[in-house]
Nanobody
Framework: QVQLVESGGGLVQPGGSLRLSCVASGSMFSIVPMGWYRQAPGKERELVAGISNGGIITKYVDSVKGRFTISRDNAKKMVYLHMNSLKPEDTAVYYC?????????????WGQGTQVTVSS
């Protein structure tokens, strides 16, 4: 059973930055694409950034392009999300998970997530 543990969230002012981290257990980490999802109050969880298993290909939703950067360290079984120029609409609980290439469906049980609040 793969476990995912997210950290790094917090309260930040608009325009600020945060770096989220996720550590995964299990032996399959280096062969699956990984993503960061977020869920804002009253909204569905959405995939905002993804990275291929080798770390070469990255994808972002339009709302975070140019502001967020996803990266991974397969040796440490970690994936990161660097978030710059944060906006109030980025406020959400952020989760990491592996996903399928066909439809981006999450592969594992969700972790507890990490809360990001952007507010002045």
């Amino acid at each position: 059973q793969v476990q995912l543990v997210e950290s790094g969230g917090g309260l930040v002012q608009p325009g600020g930055s945060l770096r989220l981290s996720c550590v995964a257990s299990g032996s399959m980490f280096s062969i699956v694409p990984m993503g960061w999802y977020r869920q804002a109050p009253g909204k569905e969880r959405e995939l905002v950034a993804g990275i291929s298993n080798g770390g070469i290909i990255t994808k972002y939703v339009d709302s975070v392009k140019g502001r967020f950067t996803i990266s991974r360290d397969n040796a440490k079984k970690m994936v990161y999300l660097h978030m710059n120029s944060l906006k109030p609409e980025d406020t959400a609980v952020y989760y990491c998970n592996a996903y399928t290439n066909s439809d981006y469906a999450p592969l594992y049980n969700w972790g507890q997530g990490t809360q990001v609040t952007v507010s002045s």
